[in-house]
């Protein structure tokens, strides 16, 4: 069960820049956050040979909506599907691609239309006789990662990947194409892969663990020793996965008891008319946490000024901004429970000002 705690309370002489919350929660264990940026296992690309690689996973009419003769806007060009097949079996592979598109052409013209095209579009309203594709709904049913030749397993033998420490750009990696949107740095916007071979300690077992990760671009998938954990799609937000509730996870130090997480983030499809790169580009960390624990990412702080006349600058002997002389702070942090018993949690507020004074 999750527990919420509002606080509403007056301030005064407060700085609106410059305010900082801290909560604790009385009477559990400490949480436990490692840094997890160091010794990751890198390499660029998916191991494609080929048509045959997607056959098990688009072999049963995965698009029932058939595409013929239209253009669908807001797709992504895709340049490592080069015939109908691999264009299809691409956007099958891919959890949040629900439309594919493919023609084929030679001239210069073609040179930035022709070829595949994949991704989400509400509109396939242009005429194009040469176009043809497929659509389907999300998310799919049952939707298949692609085939990973194994590479999420525990057992994968990835001696030869090189070894980085994240934050990490992948694609950079990769081999200039001049035929490639400039704006990409004439880079594919390829795949990434990431394997990482860590122990959790013994006395963690009992508690709640997960990996945060601080960004990776673009959709992403986290296995856990060979088990898939986690989609997720955004490449600019934050996310946790969670290691303690899987299905094989191992604690010790011994050799038997070793984990490998793996990460499959796919560039293609990002937002951005700039650089945006790919993989692990922001920081890692392991979390132990008691069973009675703030919710990640759950701590919210707001303040309002009642009054206009409260609100006074802060003149020319103070950094730029305004200075409230009296304003109301409203925190609010979301607390779960996954122990076995009931428990009478407490949450203490404290608010800081500036120059790390508390004031409250």
């Known amino acids: 069960k999750v527990y919420s705690e509002v606080m509403t309370t007056p301030l005064l002489n407060l700085l609106l820049t410059a305010v900082v919350a801290f909560f604790t929660i009385a009477a559990v264990s400490a949480r436990e956050e490692i840094n997890f940026d160091y010794a990751w296992r890198f390499t660029l690309g998916d191991p494609y040979q080929g048509d045959t690689d997607f056959a098990p996973i688009c072999s049963q009419t995965p698009f029932p909506k058939p595409i013929s003769g239209k253009f669908c806007d807001n797709l992504q060009r895709s340049v490592s599907a080069t015939t109908k097949a691999e264009c ?211 701590v919210y702080g707001a303040i309002t000024v009642e009054k206009k006349s409260n609100v006074q600058s802060n003149g020319a002997n103070r950094p730029s901004g305004y200075r409230a002389v009296e304003a109301m702070f409203h925190g609010r942090v979301d607390v779960v429970n996954e122990a076995l018993e009931r428990a009478e949690l407490k949450v203490q507020f404290a608010l800081y000002d500036d120059e790390g004074h508390a004031f409250a």
Not at 214 to 224: A, M, N, T
């Open 88 to 298: 299809e079996a691409n956007c099958c592979s891919q959890l949040n691609c629900s439309t594919w598109i493919f023609r084929s052409g030679t001239s210069v013209k073609d040179t930035w239309t022709a070829g595949c095209h994949v991704g989400q579009s509400s509109s396939c309203a242009q005429s194009d006789e040469n176009w043809t594709g497929g659509q389907r709904s999300l998310p799919t049913d049952s939707p298949t990662p692609v085939s990973t030749n194994n590479r999420a397993s525990r057992e994968y033998d990835d001696h030869e990947w090189e070894l980085v420490n994240v934050p990490h750009d992948g694609i950079v990696s990769g081999e200039y194409d001049k035929d490639l949107p400039g704006h990409n740095a004439y880079l594919k916007q390829n795949t990434t892969w990431y394997r990482k071979h860590f122990y959790l300690p013994g006395d963690w077992q009992g508690m709640s663990i997960w990996i945060y990760f601080d960004g990776v671009f673009r959709s992403s998938l986290v296995y856990l020793n060979g088990d898939l954990l986690d989609y997720h799609e955004s490449g600019y937000t934050s996310f946790t996965v969670r290691l303690d509730n899987a299905s094989r996870v191992y604690y010790g130090l011994e050799e038997q008891s070793m984990n490998v997480v793996a990460v499959r983030a796919d560039a293609a499809g990002g937002s951005g008319w700039w650089y945006e790169g790919g993989g692990i580009y922001r920081h890692t960390h392991l979390v132990a946490a008691d069973r009675r624990h703030l919710i990640p990412d759950s």
